[in-house]
């Protein structure tokens, strides 16, 4: 394999599977493992490529900093280009995007009984539109996976999802649309200015970050982009269509939105907003840092009054990605590191959590709070991963969330210590619901019999291989930070 | 007027005399040779001027083969191919009967193609109202539906205001210039004083009639939703693609836009705005989507005030617009068995029930959204790229935000067909093999032109620039 087309393949394979699906289109028992196949293919691959990657000798032509890099010309008229990079950024976000469709394919393997081809097919669609995000340079292709994943997604909420799922899916796609289509005007916008004011007319991301655009519409520009990646952060108070996709969606859904499509909006920060306007994200950063502590200390709030499990986490989600903003908006080294990390982590842990609340939703046909009570004497290896994962979504030390939060904070002590010291409360509220979900959860005692099954092996294994992760990270995330060091120096211009 | 001349223009004779001939062989041996006729002239007429150069002709024809009517000729063709392969089906399974269908449709094709290749005022004026009239009788064929003939005789009405609209403001331009050949009376015009102004005025008040631009737009819903649905299909794609051509042959040659960027900044805020709330409301799928035909046609105008890059813009459109519309009412009018399909809610589970179609209108109702990779976001992008470029930002602003709001109506049907269970679950009867032949060229072609936008903008590019 030239390492010039492993991009391509990342991209494109998942969308091949898609094809590999017609001709098993009416046999799900044959779909389902195919896809799986692909999907485990495509892990192969991104494993492959987290291992030997770093070692690479960097591509010619690329930017410094990344090892992968592919280019070619698209629609030449408008400067165009299929450019496709990786960097340790993207990197850990294709390593995330691979594993996760794996994890949101098992955990649907027997709840998807209608539709299961459809089911795996607009999956597969979704892992090469994220994959396609995660790995674009060119702000044009970038929007255009951007939007391409917006489709599957509005049908497995759609067609699937429970409760008011049409409502929750239009609801979602109209938000996100209406802040990605802003953001291509000013898409269009960066490349009028930045040409005039160059001479070089491209939407490519390395050429257009080179000379940053300082002109009186930058503001508005960074505002319009800013839109678009706080929409699907989602930071208050545009935060509103995930607890309702959250709840109506699928398991397989809640799992791909939360531990993949929120990252989309922190990475699009991270890679298009701030290197594109530095000097205008600077300006917006206190406007961040109080929407970010907003919605950690609101959604923790909020996620306390839940009776909903599955909105509980997806309120918990808020809060964790209000930390990833603050990380970011404070464009330090330590707590951008901090923030890329923590999307990680929040997505092993969220994935993990939406499983178990599924899984639970299978047996018991609820996922009301008071529908349960004493499951560790029934469920007991379900209650031990319940158990883990809430205790790794509230930051115990030991595992992922806290090491994530940790840099974050500190990161942002440093720079800010008034930002820093009211966020810490958001690392205790958390605990707060969590114990509280816990505890009526397990231990109480049994407010009603309810005769479940504990986990499957399927279950069980999926569960535990996340819990490895966790609890490595949380360990030893010296290697993650590693991956992580260059590209973050380049951005913040600081060595960490 | 040579031998050779004629020869060059044998595609607009080919449509001509192929439609009198699918009328009188009607009358000898009624039959089913209209279409196949229709379908093979259609055929040859795209591939004559697709293989003959373009050259000068006399200029008493008051035609001109240039690259830009080339082009737009084989587009109608195209167009007209693929209606009357949608109609013929439809209308068995409908109880329409007759030569007139295809012979009507060919003699609009016709009409298109004269317009694109006019190289005189009147000229251009003649093929506007062969093509119009050929709609007014189609969208008046459903002799059963009160519907149909009564929007047949809107069109006529509101049609007949825009063609002395039309006919006054080239009497008056010719007035004030002293010709009639476009190029030289447009460009004169500049110099024409109040007399042109106004000529120009009316001229762009009956084309607003042509293109349903708002406030002009009145007969739109009631006329798509009459008309049979293949007719429909032809209506939006080629009478729309026609009128995009029009605007195209007069606006260039004025160079600066000048007087006519306030009219044509109004029409299309109204056009967008108007268009996309009104499609909100609609509860009938052909209403709903000839609303937000006013509201493409809004982004049009857009692009044509616009000017420069935006002409190539529009011309992009013109196609982008034509296919998005063929697929759309085009696997409506495959989905209507004896009776025709009326309200979105008609389509719950079709998804499921009749997947082709079901796959061709998600597919068209996402371009037709501009979500990519599909030709309609590329001719937004087109559009809004320069909308931007030529300063218009407030409008473009307007514009994205009055697109965002159109994904709802547009959504509406994909939930209908995805989301929303079936009154019967039995699958349906399959695409007839022409339809599906037709459908399935236009999603190609319109997943292929989002994803490789670029050949087709060089080549309005170069059609523009010749």
Redesign the interface.
Known sequence: MTSYSILTILILLPLAGCFCLAPVWNRPEWARPLALGIAVAELALAGWVLVAAPGMPPAPGAAAGYFLWEDAA?????GIRYLLGMDGISLLMVALTAFTTVVAMLVSWRGITE?ATLHYFLILLMESGIMGVFLSLDL?LF??FW??M??PM??LI??WGHGR??YS??KF??YT??GS??M??AI??VY?IHGDATGTFTFALPLLAKSPIAHAAAPWLFGAFLLAFAIKFPLFPVHTWLPDAHTDAPTAGSVILAALLLKTGAYGLVRFGYPLFPEAAKGFTPLLYVLAIIGILYASWIAYAQEDMKRMVAYSSVGHMGFVALGIASWGPVALSGSILQMVNHGFTTAALFALVGMLDERAHTREVSAFGGLWGTMPAFSFFFLFFAMASAGLPGLNNFVGEFLILVGVFRITPAAGAIAFLGIVLPLIYTVRLVQEVLFQTERRPLRLPDLTLREGAVLAVLAVIDLYIGVHPKPLLDILKVPVALLTGVAP | MTIADLWTIMPLLLLACGSVLVLILGAIVPGRYGTAIGVAVCAGAALWALQTPPRPLAPTLGVAFTPFARSFLVLFAVTALLSLLLAHDHADRQGLEGEEYPATILFGAFGMGVVASAANFLTLFLGLEALTFAFYILVAYDRNRPASGEAGLKYLLMGAVSAAFVAFGIALLYGATGSLEIGRAVAASAAGGGIALAGWGLLLAGLAFKVSLAPAHLWTPDVYQGGPTPVTAFLAAGSKGAAIALFLLILPPLGEIGPLRAPLWGLALLSMAVGNLAALLQPNVKRMLAYSSVAQMGYVALALLSGGRGYEAAAFYAVAYGVMSLAAFGALASLEQERPLEQVDELRGIG?RRPFQGVVLAVAM?ALA????TVG?AGK??I??AA??AGETPL??IG??T??AS??YY?RV??NL???PAEEAAPGPLPTPAEAVCLGAVTVAILALGVW??PL??LV?AILKA
């Open positions: 698209w629609i030449e008229r408008f539709r044009v929007y255009l939007e391409v917006l489709i509005f049908f759609g067609i799922r049409i899916a239009v796609f109209l649309l209406v289509l802003l291509l005007l269009i916008g009028l | 499921y996402f501009g979500i990519p990779p976001f992008f087109a809004f790229f931007l470029r473009a602003i994205i935000l697109a965002a994904a709802y959504l994909v939930v995805y989301m929303k936008p670029g903008f060089d590019e």
